[in-house]
């Protein structure tokens, strides 16, 4: 206790900005004798939490300079200039397309494919798989981009906190549209408000093409309503949309109250549902020039009063209506609960303890939502830091897989392979089918078939037979002929000494007939990298 | 014991019902056709097979009797005298002819009208109902399968008792029990070059797990190595099917020869799935040939193989195929069929009460069309799926798999002996 006491109070001295006691008095009333945390256990676990896990050296680095000092430059800004980031990631040509572009490429492919189609509708046997399609080619880069930044970034917070909101507002890839316009979603619509505020968040989403489609709130329209002329969706072939649409569709609204604000058990009534949907009939995508931007439609928009929550909407006020109800989910004290509670099951533990839940909820009202405060509160809150949470969670595919490779210093390449292999692990990026994105709790990731996944790309990673990336050991630790040494290298490194022992002697016990010792330590790599602690964060 | 919140809110409707108030747990006599078996062999087995992309239901299980389908198909209906018929009204389409003699033998049965009440025609928003087996509602966040299997402890916790074919776990199968996500069979396992360095590592993995203070991880560990032991002493590598069966070199051939092997070794499998593609014919479907027909013929050459091949154990195993919808009554403007609604399912193997066109026929008429174009839904898709776990899986208690939807044998199309 004494030694985070410490830390804690040298990281803030000075620290004007940032709010809320120091976790120290509540620590002290936690007795447990196993609980002192070293400086650097709190590094490795804030790495663990805060980031995609350590790189070679970082924890020691991080234990000297102190975590709170790691932690204020992670939030010092809600938009990081990350320079790391900017080397480390391709210009892919998907980033520069605008929707329509990507769109117009889509239906050439279409097109191809149809007349090969036509082409091959009377051989006998179904097409083998044949070279990538266009379409797949840019989901991978799209993919490929998430694990780049994850893994190269130096706001690993930042990173980390994409995936959270991007699995927050989940969308899908694979969903007619969508296909054109989640590249636009994760570069304009998450990233810049990742770590601002959760209303300016909330109403970026709700205005996102993207999530218009995901939802179908694009399709949404005051019961008959009609356009004032008859414009199609032009050129892109999409026989699910050949109807106009004929009434309100409620889907947006109800996955708005349930997922994305109130949480499923935030006291709203399906005439809630009903009618929010009804106050954002009209917010629709640009059909003028395709699939364009965002753009409110008056001739769709239902001019009805509403009443959401006991809050009157009164008729007639077009688009602020959506507005106005948007930032009163945003500040609704179930919404504070519900998504603080989300952050909490995210860097705390799969079933977050009030405390932090609580100071996280305070932080958001004392700061009208500013996601690094509520951040902050969780990081500052004795939960955070109490030897139960340590340990306790189990890592994500993509947390499993970005932490093994940073913790040995593999860089992936720019093709999709890390991406695919994350996905054979059982989390394919941008194609989670439920709105509700992919669980945090440990019971939905760990299955046999996962697990020897699990360890068999560890076993590849480390011997350097991952496609997709390019390993050098000695960036971890030079090669020796010594075992015992090479395993306290590792341990150190990987586990801050904290390897357990029966893990150490199962390794130690078949390095015993490796002679050679370059092969012994990629042998040692891998088995600690897929060994039950290594999965743990 | 501690129960979390999430614990209870997923767990708790189950609970709730089952403490006396829940129909189903009063009626379970009524319901099990035969308790679970849970020894090996004798153990009921269900194989499902999801056609993506929308089978054209009325080309597959062709209402031959009807001129109104010849008048909305110039161009694709298959014609009468290629049309293998059933009963006078409906027969199967000529590639699906080979499954004919299942037919005649009581082990082909087929529902037709069947699908969502949901009105989607979004391929992904159907198929994820489908899976979920939640219509309307998106944020399920498992599958029916997978609730089935949770709900359903009365079964041998194998590690092959639920396995999807593939590389991924599709939705259907995903959830909090444990399920296999198999792309081969002869690939299951730790990989590492050569065998002796895989038996190593795997040993030095099974070592670390085995004590590991790690509930979930070790359990799930010491049945991923389980798994593996039990695969490596049935060596899946060397297998030839038996009575002569003739798999077809497609993926789906591929994948019914190792549900074959699996069924075989008794490892304990209660539920394949597996995903065939190729059905989302909106341009030139073809007839009695044709696109269409080359799916079809697949589709019926790899049941016949495994029927084959599977001789007496066929007694065990009920073939389940399902499509997310149907098409479109009437053949578009690219001799082909847009999406539509209804559609028909088959059912194969000894335990289903075969020879019969189940559910009610809502006709062609126009009028009584879903949204004046497409075959109605009369058959709601959860009523098969439920009477399928309920009579021969011996399901009980099964509120929980299909939340907001009451299941009742009243309503069960009846492809099950009882």
């Known amino acids: ?537 | 014991m501690e129960i979390t919140r999430r614990v209870f809110l997923r767990a708790g409707g189950l609970a709730l019902c089952s403490f006396g108030l829940d129909p189903l747990f009063l009626n379970r006599a009524a319901y099990a056709r035969r308790a679970p078996i849970t020894g090996r062999s004798g153990q009921p087995i269900l194989i499902c097979l999801f056609q993506r992309g929308a089978v054209d239901g009325l080309n597959m299980i062709v209402p031959h009797g009807d001129a109104l389908y010849y008048r909305e198909r110039p161009r694709i209906a298959v014609p009468r005298q290629e049309v293998v018929d059933l009963n006078g009204y409906f027969g199967l389409h000529p590639s699906l002819g080979p499954l004919k003699p299942w037919w005649d033998n009581g082990s082909l049965g087929v529902t037709h009208a069947v699908g969502s009440p949901d009105g989607s025609r979004s391929h992904f928003d159907a198929q994820d109902y489908m899976e979920t087996g939640t219509p309307g509602r998106k944020s399920t966040p498992d599958g029916w399968l997978n609730r089935y299997c949770s709900h359903q402890r009365e079964h041998d916790e194998t590690p092959f008792r639920s396995v999807a074919f593939g590389p991924e776990l599709p939705r259907i199968l995903s959830g909090s029990a444990p399920s296999l996500a198999i792309a081969d069979l002869h690939a299951f396992g730790i990989r590492a070059g050569s065998r002796p360095a895989s038996d190593k590592i795997a040993r030095a993995f099974e070592a670390m797990y085995e004590g590991a203070q790690t509930g979930l991880l070790a359990t799930s560990a010491q049945e991923g190595f389980e798994a593996v032991r039990m695969l490596k002493s049935v060596d899946p590598t060397r297998y030839s099917p038996e009575n002569g069966a003739d798999y077809p070199r497609s993926p789906l051939g591929r994948t019914l020869l190792q549900i074959a092997q699996l069924i075989k070794a008794d490892l304990g499998l209660e539920i394949a799935f597996a995903d065939v593609g190729g059905w989302d014919t909106h341009v030139n479907q073809g007839a009695g040939d044709g696109q269409l027909a080359n799916r079809l013929r697949d589709l019926s050459q790899a049941l016949v193989a495994l029927a084959t091949d599977l001789g007496d154990r066929m007694a065990d195993v009920v073939v389940l195929t399902m499509s997310e919808f149907g098409r479109t009554v009437r053949e578009n403007g690219s001799a082909g069929t847009d999406h539509g609604h209804a559609t028909a399912m088959l059912v194969l193997g000894g335990p289903v009460r075969g020879g019969k066109v189940l559910g009610r026929w809502p006709g062609l008429d126009p009028a009584n069309r879903f949204e004046g174009r497409d075959l109605a839904v009369t058959t709601d898709f959860r009523d098969l799926f439920g009477e399928i776990l309920a009579r021969h899986l011996g399901g009980t208690g099964l509120s929980g798999v299909f939340p907001d939807h009451e299941l009742s044998p009243a309503r069960f199309p009846g492809v099950i002996k009882s």
């Open chain 1, 1 to 537: 206790m004494r030694v985070i006491c410490v830390l804690m109070l040298a990281g803030m001295a000075g620290e004007a900005t940032i709010p809320g006691s120091l976790p120290c008095q509540s620590m002290a009333a936690d007795t447990s004798s196993s609980s002192v945390l070293t400086a650097r256990d709190s590094a490795l676990h804030v790495l663990n939490r805060l980031a995609y896990g350590p790189r070679p050296g970082e924890v020691e680095r991080m234990a000297k300079a102190g975590v709170q000092d790691w932690i204020r430059t992670q939030l010092a800004s809600d938009r990081p200039d990350d320079r790391a980031l900017a080397r480390a990631e391709p210009r892919y040509a998907i980033l520069d397309m605008n929707p329509r572009e990507l769109a117009a490429r889509y239906v050439e492919e279409q097109r191809e494919r149809k007349r090969e189609k036509e082409r091959k509708e009377t051989e006998e046997q179904p097409r083998m798989e044949g070279p990538p399609s266009e379409g797949r080619r840019l989901a991978g880069e799209l993919q490929q981009l998430a694990v780049i930044r994850g893994s190269a970034a130096d706001f690993q917070l930042r990173e980390v906190m994409v995936d959270f909101w991007t699995n927050h507002f989940n969308v899908n890839l694979q969903k007619g549209l969508d296909r054109a316009l989640v590249p636009a979603y994760i570069e304009h619509t998450i990233r810049p408000n990742s770590l601002g505020r959760f209303e300016d968040l909330l109403i970026a989403t709700a205005k996102s093409p993207a999530m218009l489609f995901y939802l179908d709130n694009a399709e949404s329209v005051a019961p008959g309503a009609e356009p004032p002329s008859r414009r199609r969706w032009g050129r892109f072939p999409s026989p699910e949309r050949k109807n106009q649409p004929k009434g309100i569709n409620e889907n947006y609204a109800r996955e708005l109250l349930e997922l994305h604000t109130l949480g499923v058990d935030g006291g709203y009534t399906q005439q809630d549902v009903i009618n929010v949907a009804r106050i954002l009939t009209g917010w629709g995508i640009a059909r003028a020039n395709q699939i364009g931007g965002f753009e409110f439609h008056d001739w769709a928009h239902d001019e009805g009063e509403k009443v959401v929550l006991g809050v009157r909407f009164p008729a007639g006020h077009g688009m602020d209506e959506g507005v106005r109800l948007l930032k009163l989910l945003a500040n609704h004290p179930a919404t504070m609960h519900h998504v603080s509670w989300k952050l909490c099951a995210r860097l705390v533990s799969d079933e977050p303890p009030d405390g932090c839940v609580d100071e996280a909820v305070a932080a958001w009202e004392r700061s009208h939502g500013e996601i690094r405060q509520v951040l902050l509160a969780i990081v500052q809150s004795p939960e955070f830091w109490a030897p139960v949470a340590r340990r306790s969670k189990i890592k994500t595919p993509l947390e499993f897989t970005l932490s093994a490779m940073r913790a040995i210093g593999a860089e992936p390449d720019t093709t999709p392979r890390v991406a695919q292999a994350i996905a054979r692990l059982g989390q394919p990026l941008y194609l989670q089918a439920s709105p509700a994105g992919y669980p945090e709790s440990q019971e939905e990731w760990v299955n046999s078939g996962a697990l020897l996944q699990r360890m068999n790309l560890a076993v590849a990673l480390a011997g350097g037979s991952m496609p997709g990336t390019t390993v050098d050991l000695d960036r971890l630790t030079p090669v020796t002929p010594d075992y015992g040494r090479l395993l306290d290298a590792i341990d150190q490194a990987l586990f801050a000494g904290t390897m357990s022992s029966r893990t150490r002697e199962a390794i130690a016990t078949e390095l015993k007939d490796e002679a050679d010792p370059e092969r012994g330590r990629a042998l040692a790599v891998g088995l600690a990298l897929g060994s039950p602690e290594f999965q743990r964060q």
